[in-house]
């Protein structure tokens, strides 16, 4: 099963573009990758996906590179509310998801 | 409006006392799942069901049952809960792919003393 592995934490100046990292170097092609955040201890709301071209929805961006071991999510314009834990996950086609242990992104004033 | 319900919410219970922790979803989604959450760590897969009648084990299913007779159903069983049950604990839906986001409940926070 494919691992992800996140920076801890991370911080962001409000307005800015926060960059967030992973990598998944045991991902396999038929294995998505997906980024949750979560605030507090609600359920993780979903960001965006891809399998293996970049991708963007009106909250953020997804970067993966071209060997798919790692991946990238943009936040564009960084907010106080994007203060959250933000998780890689990698799910297959079987139905098994693997989360990481999320990066703590502070976006400070 | 669509969204995935846990009952209870919260739950304190003793070591070796039967318990359920229900899962319901209303968007018609094939696709189930638990997980579990512990203090600064990610989410870890329980169990999962690709639909009514077919379920299979996640990264951490020891001490945990579950089973899925309806579609919009899927209870949580904990036979004899111990103390390192003590979580959070979250489940989710979606169609069935895993190009289709997991819709997540609010979560239910369970206590074994």
């Known amino acids: 099963d494919a691992k992800t592995t996140q920076p801890t934490s991370m911080d962001c100046a409000e307005g800015r573009a926060a960059n967030l990292p992973c990598n998944h170097s045991t991902i396999s092609g038929n294995e998505y990758v997906y980024w949750y955040r979560q605030i507090h201890s609600q359920g993780p709301q979903y960001i965006i996906h891809?399998?293996?071209n970049n991708e963007t929805n009106e909250m953020a961006s997804l970067i993966i590179t071209e060997d798919r071991k790692s991946s990238t999510l943009i936040l564009p314009h960084a907010t106080l509310r994007d203060t959250a834990v933000y998780y890689c996950i990698v799910r297959d086609y079987a139905g098994k998801s693997t989360f990481g242990d999320g990066t703590t992104l502070t976006v400070k004033p | 409006e669509a969204q995935v319900t846990q009952n209870p919410r919260y739950l304190i219970t003793v070591t070796g006392k039967k318990l359920t922790v229900t899962c319901s979803q209303n968007m018609n989604h094939e696709y189930m799942s638990w997980y579990r959450q512990d203090p600064g760590l990610g989410l870890r897969q329980i169990y999962y069901?690709?639909?009514?009648?077919?379920?299979d084990k996640g990264d951490v299913p020891e001490g945990y049952k579950v089973s899925r007779k309806e579609k919009r159903n899927f209870p949580l069983i904990l036979e004899s809960p111990s103390p390192n049950q003590t979580s959070l604990y979250f489940c989710?839906?979606?169609?069935?792919?895993?190009?289709?986001?997991?819709?997540f409940g609010p979560g239910t926070r369970l206590t074994v003393l």
């Open positions: 989710a839906s979606s169609f069935t792919g895993p190009y289709n986001e997991q819709f």
């Open positions: 069901s690709m639909n009514v009648e077919v379920t």
């Open positions: 891809g399998l293996k």
